[in-house]
């Protein structure tokens, strides 16, 4: 009996002393420099698959990774906060040595991101800065408040008050305008937001920009999730109130192209698009393969590039310097509090796109072939 509780024990404690140690290899105290990156593995957690640009970042990402020989756990939420915080669970108790984390809500993972730091797991916030909590490690994006600055102008130049190079335009107003902003849950709606309504400013206060329905702040104007069905109904209640007097739109500043293009069905539902009620000049953001098509069919006016491959290959690098026990190179330590903390960040240039941009942004870039502009699809 004595002999063989010794060895009951014995077993016990060999089989705890195993899994102690089994738990301290992904993401734990193990020394993943030492490690092969067919031994390590990345989790990767996406908002949606309803954007063509989010399957393009997860696919771009995991490309990337698994090209250097990393393993990879790629997971998209569909917009729903607890799926996301589950998928981020797993991949947390299933071993990821490093987690890469577009949020839908910027502040719903603190729980995750604690589990994580316990487990000395590094974490990238991808371009969504992950707010309220200590645990964020660093920030791969665009310069968000220079992508609302191009909006504005973008509009500006869309409506003929300025040129390409921000001289002064040949129209002189004064113009009606309506305004959409992003998801409140998402921290780049206020990078957007102030660095078109910086942009617009003077021409707002002077009268040469009129917002006929007079809803001017974020909370008014945002789309939750960037839905563009939300998008849509808001314009369509727009036109419906603010435009039963015969008054047109001329210009929409758009924060997003699915946004934008929920805007254009209201709007051509409403009988904009001909000679005598035009298209107005609407802005966009993340050139969309719809979208392109529609700027160069002359109905959306314009789009921000933002080159996701170039982001994924950021956070590539910034994975590997965290796996390589290295400091991730940052180009902004000052701009990106999450509100417990300033984030080290890495920005990306980012560039407007009209219709005579197209083919030499993003075809000749690789982005997109000539034929995929003209389907306006991918595939």
Request: with cysteine; charged share 20%; hydrophobic share 40%.
């Amino acid at each position: 009996m004595t002999k063989r509780f010794v060895a009951t024990v014995s077993g016990a404690l060999l089989v705890l002393g195993l899994a102690a140690c089994g738990g301290q290899g992904a993401g734990g105290t193990t020394d993943t420099a030492s490690q092969q990156p067919a031994d390590l593995t990345i989790g990767v957690s996406m908002p949606t698959q309803t954007s063509e640009r989010w399957i393009a970042d997860g696919k771009s990402v995991k490309e990337k990774l698994e090209a250097k020989g990393y393993k990879v756990d790629l997971q998209y939420a569909n917009d729903d906060i607890p799926t996301q915080s589950q998928q981020v669970d797993q991949m947390i108790t299933q071993g990821a040595d490093v987690l890469i984390v577009a949020a839908i809500d910027g502040t719903a993972l603190s729980g995750q991101l604690q589990a994580a730091a316990d487990k000395k797991i590094p974490v990238i916030s991808y371009d969504r800065l992950i707010r309220g909590s200590q645990n964020v490690d660093f920030y791969v994006s665009f310069d968000n408040y220079k992508v609302g600055v191009a909006q504005g102008k973008s509009l500006l130049r869309g409506l003929g008050l300025e040129n390409a190079d921000g001289s002064k335009g040949t129209k002189t107003g004064p113009f009606n305008i309506e305004l959409f902003a992003g998801s409140l849950d998402d921290n780049n709606t206020q990078f957007f937001f102030q660095g078109a309504m910086d942009a617009l400013k003077p021409y707002l206060d002077n009268g040469t920009l009129v917002v006929k329905s007079q809803q001017t702040k974020v909370e008014q104007i945002a789309t939750l999730r960037w839905q563009q069905e939300a998008a849509q109904k808001r314009m369509e209640n727009l036109l419906t109130s603010s435009y039963n007097d015969g008054a047109k739109v001329a210009g929409v500043l758009s924060p997003y192209d699915g946004i934008s293009r929920g805007i254009i069905t209201a709007l051509q539902n409403a009988g904009y698009g001909t000679a005598a009620k035009p298209m107005p000049a609407i802005t966009g953001q993340d050139a969309e393969i719809a979208s392109v098509k529609l700027i160069n069919d002359g109905v959306q006016s314009s789009t921000i590039f933002k080159d996701t491959r170039k982001l994924a290959e950021e956070a590539v690098s910034t994975a590997e310097a965290f796996l390589q026990k290295k400091t991730p190179e940052a180009n902004d330590t000052k701009t990106y509090n999450n509100g417990v903390k300033v984030v080290p960040a890495y920005l990306l240039p980012i560039q407007a796109v009209f219709k005579e941009d197209v083919t030499k942004a993003l075809v000749d870039s690789g982005y997109y072939t000539a034929a995929q502009v003209a389907a306006g699809k991918t595939k």
